[in-house]
């Protein structure tokens, strides 16, 4: 039987595609936490196109219908769904920032002063 090092071939071949089976699904876990992100833009981005198009359309006639349509409930409801999408997308928006700066701060602080801290609290 052939064998690669110690191990029998069918063995690293099975390692190999765990390798690739736990990348895949970290992969796809990245995918589904920018899911949200990208399904409250698009909402967003349809509602606002959708309240132009049918609320507030850019004409002479549209200043003139839109007195009576922008109270109609279509318009109510596309207008409430602007500002919900809108403040989710900036709490999401922030999230991911506070969470990059952090990163960040961990990534490029000094190992020295978090030994220091590690040694003061073990004191």
Same mark, same amino acid.
Request: charged share 10%; proline share 4%; hydrophobic share 50%.
């Given at each position: 039987? $052939?064998?690669?090092?110690?191990?029998?071939?069918?063995?690293?071949?099975?390692?190999?595609?765990?390798?690739?089976?736990?990348?895949?699904?970290?992969?796809?876990?990245?995918?589904?936490?920018?899911?949200?992100?990208?399904?409250?833009?698009?909402?967003?981005?349809?509602? $606002?196109?959708?309240?132009?198009?049918?609320?507030?359309?850019?004409?002479?006639?549209?200043?003139?219908?839109?007195?009576?349509?922008?109270?109609?409930?279509?318009?109510?409801?596309?207008?409430?769904?602007?500002?919900?999408?809108?403040?989710?997308?900036?709490?999401?928006?922030?999230?991911?920032?506070?969470?990059?700066?952090?990163?960040?701060?961990?990534?490029? $602080?000094?190992?020295?002063?978090? $030994?220091?801290?590690?040694?003061?609290?073990?004191?």
């Amino acid at each position: 039987e $052939a064998s690669v090092g110690r191990l029998p071939a069918r063995w690293c071949d099975l390692l190999f595609l765990s390798y690739r089976t736990i990348v895949s699904y970290t992969m796809f876990r990245s995918l589904l936490f920018l899911l949200p992100i990208v399904a409250i833009f698009l909402t967003h981005y349809v509602s $606002a196109n959708l309240y132009a198009a049918i609320c507030a359309p850019l004409s002479v006639e549209g200043l003139l219908f839109s007195v009576f349509t922008t109270s109609s409930p279509v318009c109510n409801a596309l207008l409430l769904t602007l500002n919900y999408t809108s403040s989710n997308y900036g709490l999401l928006m922030g999230g991911l920032v506070a969470m990059g700066i952090g990163a960040l701060t961990n990534l490029f $602080a000094k190992p020295t002063a978090r $030994a220091e801290g590690a040694e003061a609290t073990a004191s």
